[in-house]
């Protein structure tokens, strides 16, 4: 059975950090492009970065760029999103999916196999 589990979100301050983890099983995660995506009350869900399996090339969001960071330990079947200097408007639902392929759009939700539950970031001005 292929699970995402999400873990690490709360509440922080404005200028503070949380530690997103996204742990997975049941398929070969080395393979895997893993993503996170965050969704907003009445908005749409959109792409936070992604990370390839292989090589671990990484993008990100224009607005996350700097704050953000996307790691992956292939060994514990685990992706790390450490999110700093937490701004309001990053409040959100995060969560972490899985596609097989390389390359497309990776913002694109559609390209993704396999979700997560999500996870609440709260963040107070």
């Known amino acids: 059975e292929v699970q995402l589990v999400e873990s690490g979100g709360g509440l922080a301050q404005a200028g503070g950090s949380l530690r997103l983890s996204c742990a997975a099983s049941g398929f070969t995660f080395d393979d895997y492009t893993i993503g996170w995506f965050r969704q907003a009350p009445g908005k749409e869900r959109e792409g936070v970065s992604c990370i390839y399996g292989g090589d671990n090339t990484t993008y990100y969001k224009y607005s996350v760029k700097g704050r953000f960071t996307i790691s992956r330990d292939d060994a514990k079947n685990t992706v790390y999103l450490q999110m700093n200097s937490l701004k309001p408007e990053d409040t959100a639902v995060y969560y972490c999916?899985?596609?097989?392929?390389?390359?497309?759009?990776?913002?694109?939700?559609?390209?993704?196999?396999?979700w997560g539950q999500g996870t609440q970031v709260t963040v107070s001005s």
């Open positions: 999916a899985a596609r097989h392929s390389h390359g497309g759009f990776w913002p694109n939700t559609d390209e993704y196999d396999f």
